[in-house]
């Protein structure tokens, strides 16, 4: 559904590169990744960033169960720490570290 050079662009996306970042990459200008991201959310119905790369993961990992792809571990990997990944602040929360909840409060006069 998607050309060689827009599944180049999910790819890294889904990495976790910045439109700047992937028109380095493959040597694109970013109005030309801009582009690409617009032609391949009308493709696949998508409306954000987020959802295309789960789009992605799910895509890879049915097509990899299918045995379409050979060795897609490190795409599965990044796929799956991206989304894990996604709010640092999210997994600092389970270690246990608490930001300051209760703002000091002004003395009633």
């Keep these: 559904m998607l050309t060689r050079r827009e599944e180049d662009v999910v790819r890294l996306l889904a990495e976790g590169l910045q439109n700047r970042e992937i028109a380095k990459e493959l040597k694109l200008s970013e109005h030309t990744v801009r582009n690409y991201l ?45 989304v894990a990944g996604k709010s640092p602040a999210a997994s600092d929360q389970g270690s246990g570290a608490k930001p300051s909840q209760s703002p000091m409060k002004k003395p009633k006069r």
């Design 38 to 82: 617009f032609h391949i959310f009308e493709k696949l119905g998508v409306s954000s960033r987020v959802e295309l790369v789960l789009y992605a993961v799910s895509s890879s990992k049915g097509m990899k169960n299918a045995g379409v792809h050979g060795d897609d571990r490190e795409d599965e990997q990044a796929g799956g720490s991206e």
